[in-house]
DNA sequence: GTGAAAGCGCTAACAG
DNA sequence: CTGTTAGCGCTTTCAC
């Protein structure tokens, strides 16, 4: 591979006016100019980007750190990420910690800072105190889904309105005329669904309408079916199901299924993020899906910021600064065919 | 960031000698070891990955070539390369070409070589002429689903029988008592499901069973709908359909429910591969899985090979080297709730 | 406008 | 065993 120095030598000038050539930095004359391009393209030139981070002393990459592939809303983030992460000049390290937040810390050691110039977390069970430590050493991190817009985390993040998101889908489900409710919530230890079912509960307390059974649930297919039918047999009045995520909600689907429920005529089913899956479930699931897209490039946009501004001052005033977040715009409400009406029965 | 010259200092010694005991090169002095691990503690030192790279002439990251998320397939399998990756102490950049060629042209030449030292390839929608320019330019690249074992391609690749597995999809059908048999099969453009669709045919032909109706269709669920319906409406008497893919698959078991049939008893579905997917749709799929964390492992295995052999000799005997090819072990049908003895009607 | 020179942080011979 | 000496390929002041 042809290096700047032989583009130099071949143009006839020095690896200096090259390398401003081609960053188009500093002054060069238009015939000169005109020569290196020709060099290069006559040699094939390509910047080593590897030599060009160290010289920089920044790499043109990010890291992303997902969980699992179990929940195929990971992977549908990691795409729009990576989209965003392009357009921005970035390339995107894929860090999967695989639930464990050893492995996250092992990927945050090896490659924060020293070849990806900043992290981004998606619910990747994480240490906490490892995103502080690698923030604290000199590389931004930005949470991707932070929960609630409310009570901002110590660390920079975008967040989604998921409170409104169970809002949204608690009011849905009343305005069709469900009183009877029950309520699927995504495991307790991450806590990642408390604000969903939070405003689903003020939305069901709001209309006076009684408070819902709930069932904890892993955040599968599985779960959700478990779950679904715990909460068909000890109500089967239920006229409604309301899940703190999709995954779960399509376990409820099958639940109902296999007990003979008709959805919607039966029992109504909703979740919240939209999925690719749930647009190809049947019934397909109406859910309350969440800007993916919208977050994916705010965060990287907040990323790059926050990485400009930490090349521009060293560390400088890092103790008053505040933590910056952004906030994605509402969560919405898309009606399929997994509700409707309730069937008096 | 500390630097390996601090640590250096700090130990009182050169930066040559922590090297070498970081990477336990040459031989070092038990207590000089034991004082420049001191060092390396006491600073909280980490080696710079983009400097290593430069002056190692390599970058520990492997290009992952994939075309889009629309198939789950993909992010299940980059998962898997992830994975194997990682334990062969590579990290993974993410390019995704979304279909498009000059995506992933670009992606090849920004960091082919710059920043990663080889390319692993899914069925990615490049222009193969691309890829053998990388490999020209000193950057291995590997094939990750090469379909017909029998006809190498002209690069290195990991070959997956796909045609037993058509075979097997259609023995499946077949020794259930389908003689009336359709085809869905992927996309004729990409030619990827050529194989699967002939191992198919050859199970058929072999049993004297008359050839199946076919459809092309994308590869996709609305895909599969719209061909099995076209499938059903010109042959009602259809017991059973076979797909090349599984979301297609899929979108077969939708129009039958459409259509007022019971799968399997009215209809059975099977398909090929195996995605989250297909073990959580209602009811299961069969279908024939292909060893899809083996492929990856197998992958980044060869392309480690390649990638210490053109270090090796430097493009030497290029033109006589047989392209290596490593063969994943053979498909396996995985019979679910899709697929049962046909209806006499 | 262009060149000279120093250096990013690390590795890799080769000396001693 | 450890230190010296060169770079890897590129960027970036700062002179000219």
Redesign the pocket.
Known sequence: ????????RH?????????????N?????????Q?VLDAVQALG?????????????RAPTLALMVSSIANPFYPEFALAVERAARTSGHFVIICNTNEDPLSGRAYLEQIAG?LSEGVLVTNANLDFADLHTTEARGTPVVLCMWERPAEPPGLPCVAVDFRRAGELAGLHLLELGHRRIGAIVGSKASGIHAARYEGFVDALRTAGVPKARVKHAADTIQGGYAAARALLESDPKLTAIFATNNLPALGAMHAAADLGLNVPADLSVIGITDIQLARESRPALTTVAVPTVEVAELAVTLLRELIESSYGQQAAGRGTARVPMRTASSPELVVRASTGAPRSR
């Open positions: 591979m042809p290096t700047l120095s032989e583009v130099a143009a006839g000038v020095t690896p200096a006016t090259v390398s401003n050539v081609l960053r930095r500093g002054r060069v004359g238009a015939t000169t100019r020569r030139y390509r910047p080593h980007l590897a030599a060009r981070a160290l010289a920089e002393g020293t």
